[in-house]
């Protein structure tokens, strides 16, 4: 990675300095040796308020580099404030290039989503997580957490399921479900919707998550079991639609409902934004096509 | 016949191979300090006996049944625990994460003041099936079937089991945590005050409901406690402390009627009679 | 007749640590015995130690000297040095212990504190409560009063109850503190009646009569407690 400062903007490359990269790095690195383990590191103050991602910002700052490609998502829409300003951030403290597209990129940070395009092994997904720890719900000490951790006593991550099951009837959890990663930590995936938690287990990408405000870095390097938690008799299940985007028409990705109106219109539409359009696109490049090749027979028809 | 008897004759030993203890302390201290916790006490519990300790505040009760139960370590002396698989291990010993399994499945530990003992903001039903699905239980039904069981037997309604204890009585909330304990099938209870603070009738009805629970499980028991009419309604055996260390032990009925030591005698004749 | 039950060079002394310390001696040089078969009664006037050589049997009291020997199958116990989990293994296989005063938890029906004894000793829990309602109608006890609480009863009903408890084992030995103290006569017949049966089934009996005519139709034999007393 290189040390070269970008001309535009008097900061050191990617805002932070060197000596905060390394450490930061090495703390990436701790987390990809010790699946699903938070690393405490020093979190840095950045030029935005807690909640808005500084945590997955300390994590892209410290392993991008000159030639990388970068996407930034918030809830799957590429044009949020949120994602625009990040975007905007590293493509001036770095100058690297910025896309939309899920295949161009080779560091996706996200805020609440999984592309619905999987992502292959030359890319890296950063979570932005606002509460690390998944035993916090139940105990709030954390010298107490750790040593759960440390001793595998997970027995209350399913008195949170067994409470969401005796009041609802079913697992209610439908956001931050948590997972046991590579058979040792329980580890919470951040706030994505559980139809997300599939594409954690056996990912091709390395998967990386940064909580600013509590400074910790957690990781999940590529083709690494994951499992959500569950009962026998309450088996996980992913939420499903019974329509299809209203916008692009697809079946089986995951939909935002959109109000429309102040008389209780609305409508479902994929969250992932850049999905979206590609599907759009694509529809209609084979309306164009079919009618080219309408066009084509009558020529034909007429020669 | 008389003739024929020698004393080293009637003299049956107490441990033997085929007999061991359940729990065995030796010259057990803590010191906080300069400041003696609990000075050199020494005792065997064999299975099925409850043993009170009793005392008043500042005894050492307290600091005792704390490194009995593994949660103060000694300044020095040795506790030694007989597991499942019938070894014998000093609990010092053990792992941090073998004395904590031993902790919530083969023991249990019933605290004064309820909020200690159970998560306040988890279903009574949740607080019971804890313990079992720490013990990897990953079946709903049979940890809610198992749940319904325990409320049962400490009685508590069924209908009350989706309930928080932040809306249980004084009472409900000390016998939900008895069932949180008992739900794994411990061989060996810690109870610490479990009945000070309640009214008398409801102190009646939960030892009468340990008292069952002891004999029908054949729990073994040390319970520290201040109320002398909890120690004789409850308990086999009775240490009386003083300062740090035991000044008596015996039978209960024994020590409450007849006993030896200034102090016991004292402590006896100070309890007013209704 | 097999020798249950021996006390020798049994003294008692309570020292009393509340007034300075003064030594209170009751008794000493207690020689006795009691056989199967047998029913010893202890006499001598109130005060004398007959109720303190029964409860240093039971283990209740301590035994400062001497020993205290109980058989117990092949082998021999002196409850004057036996540990506590000794003496309530004895207490739950071979001595029983009937006092005048029943001392019970709250919230127990009448019919399980008479099955506890039973239960303690294996059997089962539906046999043992048959057999303790067995006792109790002979007792007379009244049938509405088998699963209250005896707390509210009246003197005589409780000591039935307490009569049940201590009777409706097999132990091979009993001790009995005033047994039929407030009873009527009806029921003191029917008491000494159990009594006798215990007896002729052969277990060996010491115990403290007041009443004269029980104590006639139980007693094999009397010792004079007076003759041990340490003044």
Redesign the interface.
């Known amino acids: 990675m290189t040390t070269s400062a970008v001309e535009a903007t008097p900061y050191n490359f990617a805002y932070l300095d060197e000596q905060t990269k390394r450490m930061i790095r090495r703390a990436i690195l701790k987390g990809i040796a010790i699946p699903g383990y938070q690393v405490p590191f020093a979190s840095r103050e950045m030029p935005m308020p807690y909640g808005w991602g500084t945590g997955g910002v300390q994590i892209t700052a410290a392993i991008i580099g000159p030639d990388d490609v970068l996407k930034v998502i918030d809830q799957g829409a590429d044009d949020t404030t949120n994602a625009v300003a990040i975007r905007g951030f590293f493509a001036r403290t770095a100058g690297v290039a910025t896309t939309t597209q899920t295949g161009e990129a080779s560091i996706i940070q996200t805020r609440h989503r999984i592309p619905e395009q999987p992502l292959q092994s030359d890319q890296v997904l950063v979570f932005q997580v606002p509460i690390p720890e998944p035993l916090r719900f139940l105990e709030p000490r954390e010298t107490e957490t750790r040593k759960m951790h440390a001793l595998e006593e997970y027995g209350i991550m399913h008195v949170k399921l067994y409470e969401d099951i005796a009041r609802h009837g079913h697992i209610a959890t439908t956001y931050a479900y948590p997972v046991l990663v590579d058979g040792r930590y329980v580890m919470d995936p951040s706030p994505i919707p559980k139809f997300d938690n599939p594409k954690l287990h056996q990912s091709d990408a390395l998967l990386l998550f940064g909580a600013g405000r509590e400074q910790r870095i957690y990781a999940i390097p590529p083709h690494t079991d994951v499992v959500s938690l569950d009962f026998e008799d309450y088996p996980f299940e992913v939420q499903t639609f019974d329509e299809p985007c209203a916008i692009c028409g697809t079946r089986g990705t995951y939909l935002d409902e959109i109000i429309t109106d102040d008389k209780g219109g609305r409508m479902f539409v994929c969250s992932d934004t850049d999905f979206c359009e590609r599907q759009v696109a694509r529809n209609q490049g084979v309306q164009n096509q079919s009618s080219a090749a309408a066009s084509e027979k009558t020529e034909m028809t007429d020669a | 016949?008389?003739e024929d008897?020698t004393?080293s004759?009637?003299?049956?030993p107490?441990a033997t191979a085929e007999d061991p203890p359940l729990l065995r302390a030796s010259g057990v201290s803590h010191f906080y300090g300069n400041r003696v916790g609990c000075q050199d006490v020494s005792f065997e519990l064999?299975p099925g006996?409850v043993l009170a300790i009793v005392g008043e505040s500042g005894s050492g009760k307290s600091t005792l049944l704390g490194c009995l139960s593994g949660r103060l370590t000694p300044t020095a002396g040795v506790v030694e625990y007989r597991m499942r698989d019938q070894a014998t291990r000093n609990i010092f010993d053990l792992s941090e994460a073998e004395r904590r399994f031993l902790a919530r499945t083969d023991w249990g530990f019933v605290h004064q003041d309820a909020r200690n003992g159970l998560r306040m903001t988890i279903s009574a039903g949740g607080n019971v099936g804890e313990r079992l699905m720490a013990i990897g239980n990953r079946n709903y039904a049979a940890i809610r079937g198992e749940a319904l069981d325990w409320l049962g037997r400490v009685e508590i309604d069924a209908d009350r089991i989706d309930d928080r204890p932040e809306q249980f009585s004084g009472g409900m909330r000390q016998r939900l945590q008895i069932a949180r304990n008992l739900v794994t099938g411990p061989r060996l209870v810690f109870m610490d005050e479990p009945t000070s603070g309640l009214d008398v009738s409801v102190q009646?009805?939960l030892?009468?409901l340990l008292?069952g629970l002891v004999?029908d499980l054949s729990l073994s028991a040390i319970i520290v406690t201040h109320d002398l009419a909890v120690a004789?309604?409850i308990s086999?055996?009775m240490m009386v402390m003083r300062n740090g260390t035991v000044v008596e032990s015996?039978?209960t009925?024994?020590i409450l009627?007849?006993p030896?030591?200034?102090y016991a005698?004292?402590l006896v004749?100070s309890v007013l009679q209704p | 007749m097999t020798?249950r039950l021996?006390l020798?060079g049994v003294g008692k002394t309570?020292?009393?640590?509340?007034r300075d310390?003064t030594r209170l001696p009751v008794l000493r040089n207690v020689e006795l015995?009691v056989s199967e078969g047998e029913c010893v009664v202890l006499s001598g006037p109130s005060g004398v130690g007959k109720s303190t050589i029964l409860?240093m049997i039971y283990?209740?009291?301590?035994t400062n000297e001497g020993?205290v020997?109980v058989v117990d199958g092949d082998?021999?116990?002196?409850v004057a040095?036996?540990?506590?989990?000794?003496?309530?293994d004895l207490r739950h296989r071979v001595i029983s212990y009937v006092s005048q005063f029943l001392?019970a938890?709250?919230?127990?029906a009448a019919i399980d504190i008479v099955a506890?004894p039973l239960?303690?000793r294996g059997v089962e829990a539906d046999v043992a409560r048959d057999r303790a309602a067995e006792m109790l109608a002979r007792l007379n006890l009244p049938e509405r009063l088998w699963s209250l609480p005896p707390a509210t009863f009246s003197g005589g009903e409780q000591q039935r109850v307490n009569i049940a408890r201590g009777l409706v084992t097999d132990h091979p030995i009993l001790i009995l503190d005033e047994p039929t103290a407030s009873l009527d006569a009806s029921n003191r017949d029917i008491v000494a009646e159990l009594i006798e049966e215990r007896r002729e089934a052969g277990a060996a009996m010491l115990g403290i009569f007041h009443d004269g005519s029980v104590r006639r139709r139980v007693a094999t034999r009397a010792i004079d407690v007076g003759s041990f007393a340490s003044v």
Not at chain 2, 9 to 12: H, L, M, N, S
Request: hydrophobic share 40%; charged share 30%; with cysteine.
């Open positions: 016949m008389l008897f004393p004759e009637a003299f049956v107490e064999w006996e009646a009805r030892l009468d008292r004999s004789r309604m086999h055996r015996g039978l009925d024994q009627d007849d030896q030591s200034a005698q004292l004749a | 020798m021996c020798s309570f020292t009393m640590h509340m310390g015995a409860r283990g209740n009291y301590r020993q020997l082998k021999i116990i002196d040095t036996a540990s506590p989990r000794r003496i309530l001392r938890v709250p919230r127990v506890e239960k303690v």
